[in-house]
Nanobody, 125 residues
Framework: QLQLVESGGGLVQPGGSLRLSCAAS????????IAWFRQAPGKEREGVTC????????NYVDSVKGRFTISRDNAKNTVYLQMNNLNHDDTAIYSC??????????????????WGQGTQVTVSS
């Protein structure tokens, strides 16, 4: 069974950092484009960042550029999201998703076939 499991969420103060993990089971991530999406209460799902399979090219939504970094460790079958200088607007449920067409990277939910359940990130003082 193909499964994605996120971890690493929690409560952090403004200006703090968190690292989220997205671990795959039942398949190997190395041929998939992986993305992180987030959804805050009362808001639509937003694409945050994605990384391609082959070139490792990454895209970021403007609001996180310079603060968030996506990376992949194919040996561990895991993708990470390092989040620095967090602010209240980053509070959301963060989910990872996998697209088998690993050569492209889009922040559009319909491009992704497999989804994790999400992990809560709360930025609050």
């Amino acid at each position: 069974q193909l499964q994605l499991v996120e971890s690493g969420g929690g409560l952090v103060q403004p200006g703090g950092s968190l690292r989220l993990s997205c671990a795959a089971s039942g398949f190997t991530l190395d041929s998939y484009t992986i993305a992180w999406f987030r959804q805050a209460p009362g808001k639509e799902r937003e694409g945050v960042t994605c990384i391609t399979a082959n070139s490792g090219r990454a895209n970021y939504v403007d609001s996180v550029k310079g603060r968030f970094t996506i990376s992949r460790d194919n040996a561990k079958n895991t993708v990470y999201l390092q989040m620095n200088n967090l602010n209240h607007d980053d509070t959301a449920i963060y989910s990872c998703a996998a697209d088998p067409w690993g050569s492209s990277c889009h922040l559009i939910p319909r491009a992704y076939d497999y989804w994790g359940q999400g992990t809560q990130v709360t930025v609050s003082s």
